[in-house]
């Protein structure tokens, strides 16, 4: 990050200190969102370090027994008592927030239901946009912050384009492997205006490097797996619980329309599955739909999961110009489906059916309710374009017919 008072406007006249801001660091108050994690506790040490007015905030989201306490969770438990830990050591005031009630409503329940309704559910993007960058962000225009800063691998700098004056752009961070961004394309417009990211140009182990030199006792911290708020990674367990239903038993099929068997609930299962699907025919199957309507699991051989076009649904657009207008004309970009896929090149379009994505070389194992992001390109200089969430994929043409008279003759019947 560059030192305070480094930079000047467009202008060249105003001098903006190192968040962008035409004021000195000590007028300018920060909140930083503080997970108890080594990323967000060290964008809290260097805005301290530069003289930022910094208060932390710490969510508790949620408690859930012995879950609070095992390596690998946030926002519970032994991570709100580190992110005290670090504020003391910074000398800065910190707060704990009760969301436990909302977090249940807007984050874990919606993952239960889309599970139940046979989709692959990004629950990290659906908490980034209701609890973290819409309720903290309230909260922190409330404490009268100037912004937000957050611990996520991502840029963001002023929209060099003409006619977007105070807005700013999302980009891909210097270190890849951390790169944040599937995670962070629902962020609004306003939302990203009002954030800052001051990790986006160091790699993860610079930054521990720096939790080591300021002193932190998160600094050798793992680093959060899976999600937060499910124990031991185990979906199952927790979808049952909420949604009994989820386990009911019903009938696994073959796209051609044999009944090859049964299983005790589709919650067990995810489209491109191949082991554990519990049948055996002496050729590779794949999970290729779940027909939650009718607790059905359609299986089928490998090149059924090639998929080439996404529709979109909830469309967060982040580009320039109307998403309508860019998608009717076609629009060359890049799409990413999977937090650890590189981008890949696509094409936007827009029909009587809504707005798609067309992957160039196609994917496999594409589901509903999956995330797709949208880039500029695949370096780190790649600006996100926003994106949305996927409502159906269309595969191969003989997969998606078979597919389609399956359901068909299903729904008739």
Not at 72 to 92: F, M, P, W
Request: with cysteine.
């Amino acid at each position: 990050m560059l030192p305070a008072q480094a930079r000047t406007s467009n202008a060249g006249s105003i001098a903006l200190n190192s968040l962008d801001f035409d004021r000195k660091p000590e007028d300018t108050r920060v909140v930083v969102a503080m997970s108890g994690g080594v990323d967000s506790s060290v964008v809290a040490g260097i805005l301290k370090r530069e003289g930022y007015d910094v208060l932390g905030i710490t969510l508790q989201l949620y408690d859930h027994g012995a879950a609070v306490h095992r390596a690998g969770s946030c926002c519970a438990g032994q991570d709100i008592d580190d992110a005290r830990r670090v504020c003391e050591t910074l000398g800065i005031p910190h707060y704990v927030l009760d969301y436990e009630q909302r977090f249940r409503e807007t984050v874990i329940n919606p993952f239960a239901e889309s599970y139940v309704a046979g989709e692959t559910p990004i629950p990290c993007v659906a908490c980034n946009q209701t609890v973290k960058f819409a309720d903290l962000l309230a909260t922190a225009r409330d404490l009268g912050a100037d912004a937000l800063a957050t611990g996520h691998y991502i840029r963001s700098r002023p929209n060099p384009q003409p006619g977007a004056p105070g807005r700013r752009a999302l980009y891909r961070p210097a270190d890849a492997d951390r790169d944040q961004s599937y995670f962070l394309f629902a962020t609004t417009q306003e939302q990203i205006d009002y954030l800052r990211f001051p990790l986006g140009h160091l790699t993860k182990a610079e930054t521990r490097e720096l939790a080591e030199e300021m002193g932190l006792v998160v600094a050798k911290k793992a680093d959060s797996q899976d999600i937060c708020f499910v124990p031991q990674g185990k979906y199952s367990d927790i979808v049952s619980k909420l949604k009994p239903n989820a386990a009911l038993a019903g009938d696994i099929v073959h796209l051609d329309g044999r009944v090859l068997g049964t299983h005790e609930g589709i919650l067990h299962y995810t489209i491109g599955q191949r082991r554990g699907i519990g049948v055996a025919t002496g050729e590779p199957l794949y999970v290729v739909h779940l027909d939650a309507r009718s607790r059905r699991v359609i299986v089928g051989p490998k090149e059924a999961l090639e998929t080439r076009r996404l529709y979109l649904r909830d469309i967060n657009w982040l580009g320039d110009g109307a998403i309508e207008d860019v998608a009717r004309d076609g629009f060359s970009c890049f799409a990413k489906v999977r937090s650890t896929r590189q981008p890949a090149p696509a094409m936007l379009h827009a029909d009587e059916n809504g707005i798609y994505v067309e992957l160039e070389e196609g994917e496999a194992g594409v589901a509903p309710g999956q995330a797709c992001a949208l880039y500029s390109g695949v370096g780190e200089d790649a600006r996100v374009y926003g994106g949305g969430f996927i409502l159906r994929s269309e595969r191969e043409a003989a997969a998606e017919a078979a597919l389609r008279d399956l359901l068909t003759r299903s729904a008739a019947a």
